[in-house]
């Protein structure tokens, strides 16, 4: 009798030491002193061998009650416990849904685990965070008077934003276009140019927007028309033999395994490296110089004919039957093979590469999320980082990518969306609607040598188009 209950009480010493005894343990995942509508908080939770019970979040008000926040409970899966050893907590904490008052409140986390001897703790908060509690939403002020902005088009909106402001922008549907502040204006104001892109809700207005450190999020309208615009229609008959000369090269240059059915092999090309390459593409300008280096509008390359357009839709047939749908980001531009292609502004050259459909490219940005595209080149003679002036060569026009035949395909990109490139080949609405409200952000007088030609209509205007340009590009 006393061997067994000897061998009793080693088995349950074991059992308890294998268990674990400690108590669980919370640390914070990132540091949080502030609390608002939409506050992340993270919570590193860690037990023995036996694994976590249950953990709970609660917010304690100055009174003293508290709100629960979250909780997750983890039941018994093995022998010892649940096994959960560890976990990350995770919420939003909205100070408003809570009841918490502006001021100081505090968090405080409690966790249990299936240790053997866990019944006997009393039950503690094993991390208490306190907290400044902040309801008030950053304020705007947005300065000028009506603007215009076309669908596909551009706009720049000076705004002043609060000192507690940690972010700001444009948002136009849920696309944001964060706000800059310009160089030499007063700490307050903030400069952004968005794009309002071919396929946005147009019944959703852009909006600028602020938030702070908290998550307090303010949305201000300001008085802007949207006007909608009808984009060209084409139809592309894809053959056999464009899909061997031309898809079929592709796709082994990127080292893609070619389909044996012609259509797959189209849509691959088509479809599925257009999507990798407009993702590439937004990459590559995901950051940009905080100022704008244009001092004019852009520069359509010389002696060029327009041939595709900017938001062009595509129907792409064979054999009688559509296969795809697309839409053409940018200005088909031709004159004769493999002609020089210059900089169409001032900038630094952001990417030299090979970037699927657009086949050899150069990429400029020209500051405040603004940015150039040139595909299909047959040659380049830049270097990423490199610093080119407007009508610098950088390459020479081919018909690499998705091209059938030699052309330059231009795009225009606003915070990597694609734009209408005619509004920047525009000296006048570069002028009114970008030049002189930053001038003026800044406090410097504009220069308005540039605004003496008519500005462009997108609904109406465009360069004169060619017969003889290449219809199968991007």
Sequence with gaps: MLITLLI??????????????????????????????????????EAGRAGLRSWEIFARKPDGSETLVAEERFPRSTFLGSGVSRRSAQTTLDAKTLGLPEGTSTLVVYA???APLGWLRSRAPRLEIPV???????????????????????????????????????????????????????PSV???????????????????????????????NFPVEVRRRAYPAEEILVSDSFVRTKIQPILESHEIAVPEDPV???????????RSSEEQLQELNATSDPDLRITTAFRQQPGTQVGSRFAEHRTYRYNDRVVDEQTHLGYD???????????????????????????????????????????????????????????????????????????????????????????????KWVSL??????????????????ATAPAADPAAAAPPAATSAPAAAP
């Design 8 to 45: 009793l009480v080693v088995v349950g010493l074991g059992f308890v030491l294998l268990s674990g005894t400690s108590a669980p343990t919370a640390r914070l995942a990132q540091p949080i002193e502030l609390v608002g509508r939409s506050t992340p908080l993270a919570v590193e939770l």
């Design 112 to 114: 249990d685990d299936y």
């Design 132 to 186: 400044a509690v902040d309801l008030t939403p950053p304020r705007i002020e947005v300065q000028g008077g009506q603007h215009y902005v076309y669908q596909g088009g551009s706009d720049l909106v000076v705004y002043e934003v609060s000192e507690d402001a940690v972010g700001s922008g444009i948002a136009v549907g849920s696309r944001e276009f964060p706000g800059v502040h310009p160089r030499g204006a007063p």
């Design 190 to 220: 903030r400069v952004v140019l968005y794009a309002l892109p071919h396929d946005a809700d147009l019944e959703a207005a852009p909006r600028v927007t602020a938030v702070d450190a908290a998550g307090n999020r303010r949305f201000v």
């Design 264 to 274: 797959d092999a189209f849509l691959r090309v088509n479809r599925e490296m257009r």
């Design 333 to 427: 531009l031709a004159s004769v093979k493999q002609a020089p292609v210059l900089a169409a502004e001032a900038g630094t050259v952001r990417g030299v590469l090979d970037l699927g459909i657009y086949g050899n490219v150069v990429v400029l940005d020209h500051g405040l999320g603004l940015a150039s595209l040139y595909a299909h080149l047959s040659s380049t003679s830049v270097e990423p980082g490199a610093t080119v002036a407007a009508g610098d060569e950088i390459g020479k026009s081919g018909e690499t990518g998705l091209a059938a035949g030699d052309h330059l395909h231009f795009s225009i990109l606003v915070g990597g969306h694609h734009v209408d490139p005619i509004e920047w080949w525009d000296p």
């Design 433 to 450: 609607h970008v030049l002189e409200p930053l001038a003026e952000a800044r406090g410097v007088p504009a220069d308005a040598s540039a």
